[in-house]
């Protein structure tokens, strides 16, 4: 069964203090704030990826 | 079990391919690691890992009403009480229906489940050998078939047995015979096999028992409604599958050190609790410290970071003590990470600081769960 999250907010975030790169995300997910790397084994993104495929999640650009 | 029929059982899986030392292939099977809670309320509006280490609840629709609290429990497995003495066996996992579903529609379902890791599993040679899984199983009140289930992720494969749990603990043991048209299990760091323990299943996951088929399914329609009535409580512990077509004994876990490392490749609690060391940092920039932290074991995948947060949770000491409420991490691997804080601190440039927790309620969490 596919574990299904509740994802209600997603945002890149650079790497710091440099900001060349996309480190991770930030996500809000079933109530509780993750710092998600981006790795596709990682529970996690792989979901986020998910959502976002399916239409239902965007992520927003890192600031 | 008497000894002879112990021994002639352990043969017939050596025999075929099993037995011995670290034959079961489940993590924290005797449900002794819970670093993230022994007690956890209202489960049911969402799966997740929430008390015993590598157990996870699962629920499908999402409309199911059902609500547990899920118990890492001492009070049921009694010090005294043979198997579990013999077993070395102090603790079960709990599921008590606090909100009751009078009926399940049929696309919901509820269950407790492991998924485990190829690296851990790809031994199993389920196309050609059985896989035996046994466990203890009790509830309070409610009597009746429930049904475990198998289910092989590379060839979406599931086979599905029924047991009838009683208000006594009883020991089950459930054979899977070798599945011909499965695929064989990668090994590779992904779920690759899955025990599931049913306590609702709808209408759309009810089949046949005892043969392999595809698809995700999880019960028959024999399965009882477990959440009917707050009055219900079902325990598990105890719970080994190995390769063969016998139950062995339940290979008893000696070292709680050792298990809590394998549970800590899916989950890691760095820290808990108030005043508790976190790392010396660096400030790289004014106001703006990074520090690494490393892992006791390599992580399955790159891993979450989950920090709490709130009014002045956390603190650094640079000459003078500044409290903050979040901290972030970044550059994460599965052997360490950067946690960092920028602003609302003050430290100069190129200076040090120790930091630590400020609240009760701190916590520091990697997450490479399956």
Redesign the interface.
């Known amino acids: 069964?596919r574990?299904?999250?509740?994802i209600t907010s997603a945002q890149y975030?650079k790497?710091?203090?440099d900001k060349n790169e996309n480190?991770?995300i930030?996500a809000t997910i079933?109530g509780?704030?993750?710092?998600?790397?981006l790795?596709p084994?990682?529970?996690?993104?792989a979901e986020i990826l998910k959502q976002v495929k399916e239409g239902t999640l965007t992520i927003k650009d890192a600031d | 079990m008497s000894k002879a029929a112990e021994l002639a059982n352990l043969i017939g899986n050596i025999n075929a391919g099993g037995g011995g030392v670290n034959r079961n292939v489940l993590i924290n099977s005797a449900m002794n690691v819970a670093q993230r809670a022994t007690s956890s309320t209202g489960i049911g509006a969402s799966s997740g890992y929430f008390t015993c280490d590598r157990w996870l609840f699962g629920r499908e629709a999402g409309t199911e009403q059902a609500r547990f609290t899920m118990t890492q429990d001492t009070a049921s497995v009694g010090i005294d009480s043979l198997p579990f003495q013999e077993a070395g066996i102090r603790t079960a996992l709990k599921m008590d229906v606090t909100t009751a579903e009078s009926a399940v529609a049929s696309g919901e379902s509820s269950l407790i489940m492991q998924r485990i890791e190829g690296f851990n599993c790809s031994n199993l040679d389920i196309k050609t050998k059985p896989i035996t899984l046994s466990f203890y199983a009790k509830s309070d009140t409610k009597t009746g078939t429930m049904c475990a289930s198998l289910y092989a992720g590379s060839g979406g494969r599931h086979h599905v047995k029924e047991y009838s749990i009683t208000t006594d603990w009883q020991r089950f043991s459930l054979t899977f015979p070798a599945d011909s048209g499965a695929t064989a299990l990668a090994r590779d760091n992904t779920n690759e096999l899955q025990v599931n323990f049913v306590l609702t299943a709808g209408s759309n996951f009810q089949v046949t028992a005892d043969q392999w088929a595809s698809g995700f399914d999880t019960a028959t329609s024999n399965q009882i409604n477990f959440a009917d009535s707050t009055d219900n409580n079902w325990y598990l512990t105890g719970v080994q599958l190995e390769v063969g077509q016998n139950p062995t004994e339940f290979e008893r876990i000696n070292n709680f050190g050792e298990e809590l490392a394998k549970c800590q490749r899916y989950f890691y609690r760095y820290v808990e609790g108030n005043s508790k060391s976190i790392m010396t940092a660096s400030a790289i920039l004014a106001n703006h410290i990074q520090g690494n932290i490393n892992f006791p074991t390599t992580m399955r995948s790159t891993p979450s970071l989950a920090t709490s947060s709130g009014t002045n949770y956390w603190e650094i000491y640079a000459g003078g003590s500044y409290r903050f409420d979040s901290l972030s991490g970044q550059q994460f691997h599965t052997n360490g990470c950067t946690l960092l804080k920028v602003n609302d601190i003050t430290i100069s440039e190129g200076d040090s600081c120790i930091t630590y927790t400020s609240n009760a309620a701190c916590t520091i969490d990697l997450n490479a769960e399956l």
């Open positions: 069964m574990v299904i999250m509740n975030q790497t710091l203090p480190d991770h930030k079933d509780i704030v993750y710092h998600v790397p790795d084994d990682n529970s996690h993104y």
